[in-house]
């Protein structure tokens, strides 16, 4: 770590490019995709329970307008860090830090911010990551550890404000282009963690709701697409008779995740200004999750 800004090339990773993504067009071009397959796609509504009959059929009671029930082979809990669906049949879930992220929006008072690139600060008590959004605001987001005085801090207006005027470079970025919050800072989970199996009779688990990443590692969305085209390949081997597809994709997710612990710890220990912080310290020493 450095108080020094540094550039990180895509053209010098051996991972390959990355883009910045339109979150919100992205995901209504693959329920387009996915309708165009085939998929049946029901939009605002929600699952608020399962049965698993013995015939094999999964009965699922979802709520819209109106309640009303599905009935299907194999059940795919792809809900996210809720995991709801695995949760309703007892799979417990490793979660391996207390990551939490505070963010918000800023609107430019003056034009012409075209800088694209993605930024990054280590501080004490965690980091900053901010980034231009498609409508030409700032997204601004502050990580730190869940529970602790910090993060009581950044849940409120002043208290994110302050802790973003301790910043060297997030600071200077906004003040170029008299940037104000628009938002009030809203919080949620960031940490690391995944289930403890991901998958069992009649059901697997795919995206963050089998692992979910630190963001630093910026392989969240990746990995989930990568999980989500196995895991899609696994079930239709399996609707064809391959029952050891589910266990082989059982084990290419243990890899993914085993590789991305040992890459997160590679990346939290080239900060080493504040190692004996708690937020860091904590990072430097993997192994300390718990299961719940």
Same mark, same amino acid.
């Given at each position: 770590g450095t108080s020094e800004l540094y550039d990180t090339d895509f053209m010098r990773d051996p991972n390959g490019h990355g883009w910045p993504l339109d979150r919100a067009r992205f995901d209504a071009m693959l329920r387009c995709k996915a309708? =165009?397959?085939? =998929?049946? +796609?029901?939009?605002? $509504?929600? +699952?608020? %329970? +399962?049965?698993?009959?013995?015939?094999?059929v999964w009965e699922l009671y979802l709520r819209a307008d109106t309640p009303f029930s599905l009935q299907c082979t194999w059940l795919v809990d792809a809900t996210g *860090?809720? $995991?709801?669906?695995?949760?309703?049949?007892?799979?417990? *879930?490793?979660?391996?830090?207390?990551?939490?992220? /505070?963010? $918000? *929006?800023f609107e430019p008072g003056i034009p012409g911010d075209t800088d694209a690139t993605t930024l990054v600060e280590a501080r004490p008590c965690g980091w900053w990551y901010t980034a231009l959004l498609p409508n030409g605001h700032r997204m601004v987001m502050f990580f730190t550890d869940g %529970?602790?005085?910090?993060?009581?801090?950044?849940?409120?207006?002043?208290? /994110?404000?302050?802790? +973003? !005027?301790?910043? $060297?470079?997030?600071?200077?970025?906004?003040?170029? /282009?008299? #940037?104000?919050?628009?938002a009030m800072p809203r919080g949620t989970a960031a940490g690391s963690s995944r289930l403890i199996r991901f998958a069992g009779e009649r059901w697997l688990t795919a995206g963050d709701s089998a692992m979910a990443f630190d963001p630093l590692s910026s392989q969240g969305i990746l990995t989930a697409l990568y999980a989500g085209l196995k895991a899609?390949?696994? @079930?239709?081997?399996?609707?064809? %008779?391959?029952?050891? &597809?589910?266990?082989? #994709?059982? %084990?290419?997710?243990?890899?993914?995740?085993?590789? #991305?612990?040992?890459?997160? @710890? &590679?990346?939290?220990?080239?900060? *080493?200004?504040?190692?004996?912080?708690? /937020?860091?310290?904590?990072?430097? !020493?993997?192994g300390s999750g718990d299961v719940r």
């Open positions: 309708s =165009a397959a085939g =998929a049946a +796609l029901f939009s605002h $509504t929600r +699952l608020v %329970g +399962l049965h698993p009959h013995p015939n094999p *860090r809720r $995991t709801w669906v695995a949760r309703q049949l007892g799979v417990q *879930r490793r979660r391996e830090d207390r990551l939490v992220v /505070f963010y $918000t *929006r %529970g602790t005085a910090v993060a009581r801090q950044a849940r409120v207006p002043e208290g /994110f404000r302050h802790l +973003l !005027m301790q910043t $060297t470079h997030v600071k200077e970025r906004l003040r170029a /282009f008299h #940037y104000a919050a628009v899609g390949s696994a @079930l239709h081997m399996a609707l064809d %008779g391959q029952a050891q &597809a589910v266990t082989n #994709y059982c %084990g290419q997710m243990e890899a993914v995740y085993e590789a #991305y612990t040992r890459q997160r @710890l &590679a990346a939290y220990h080239h900060e *080493r200004r504040w190692a004996w912080q708690p /937020f860091w310290k904590a990072r430097q !020493m993997w």
